[in-house]
T-cell receptor
Framework: GENVEQHPSTLSVQEGDSAVIKCTYSDSASNYFPWYKQELGKGPQLIID?????GEKKDQRIAVTLNKTAKHFSLHITETQPEDSAVYFC??????????????FGKGTKLSVKP | DGGITQSPKYLFRKEGQNVTLSCEQN?????MYWYRQDPGQGLRLIYYSQIVNDFQKGDIAEGYSVSREKKESFPLTVTSAQKNPTAFYLC???????????FGQGTRLTVV
């Protein structure tokens, strides 16, 4: 089955710097890769996702890149702010023409942005 | 407001007791999921249901049971057979055939 590895487990940056979180997956059939942000005591919130037919997607200060050949994808946050501090999870799954797969999650990265 | 509602937010249970966690959604989603979250472990799938009256075991189903009698509701029962039930439980839902999942705010269960 699918296995998702996420690094680093903790990341500390200064406000205004960039943060990068990386994930690798094992199943080459996976084609959907979301990123979730989880604040303390709350449920994860979908912040950006990418499908295997594109290599990069951007939404304001966050972007995700996908390398299908190497089977890894990354989350990039630019101009970090203290409110970006949270735990970030990557995930992978297979969507196959109406038959959805289940999300397999990485173990999370705790991002701390220092003012 | 549309969304996923989990209740209660905090739950305490004595060893040997069954307890049921509630999950309701008004997003008209077909699929619903239950995940367990432990520190440093990420999210692990307990059960999922893609349509009413049907559900499937996830990776860690032992000691848990579910029902899906209504599209809007997917309650999870943590039975006395679950050896280590203290955890943060998350419910999620999505449209049939789409993997974008939306999560509730979670229930923190503590066995005392």
């Amino acid at each position: 089955g699918e296995n998702v590895e996420q690094h680093p487990s903790t990341l500390s940056v200064q406000e205004g710097d960039s943060a990068v979180i990386k994930c690798t997956y094992s199943d080459s059939a996976s084609n959907y890769f979301p990123w979730y942000k989880q604040e303390l005591g709350k449920g994860p919130q979908l912040i950006i996702d990418i499908r295997s037919n594109v290599g990069e997607k951007k939404d304001q200060r966050i972007a995700v890149t996908l390398n299908k050949t190497a089977k890894h994808f990354s989350l990039h946050i630019t101009e970090t702010q203290p409110e970006d501090s949270a735990v970030y999870f990557c995930a992978a799954s297979k969507d196959s023409g109406g038959s959805q797969g289940n999300l397999i999650f990485g173990k999370g990265t705790k991002l701390s942005v220092k003012p | 407001d549309g969304g996923i509602t989990q209740s209660p937010k905090y739950l305490f249970r004595k060893e040997g007791q069954n307890v049921t966690l509630s999950c309701e959604q008004n997003l008209n989603h077909d699929a619903m999921y239950w995940y367990r979250q432990d520190p440093g472990q990420g999210l692990r799938l307990i059960y999922y249901s893609q349509i009413v009256n049907d559900f499937q075991k996830g990776d860690i189903a032992e000691g848990y049971s579910v029902s899906r009698e209504k599209k809007e509701s997917f309650p999870l029962t943590v039975t006395s057979a679950q050896k280590n039930p203290t955890a943060f439980y998350l419910c999620a839902s999505s449209w049939q055939g789409r993997t974008e999942a939306f999560f509730g705010q979670g229930t923190r269960l503590t066995v005392v």
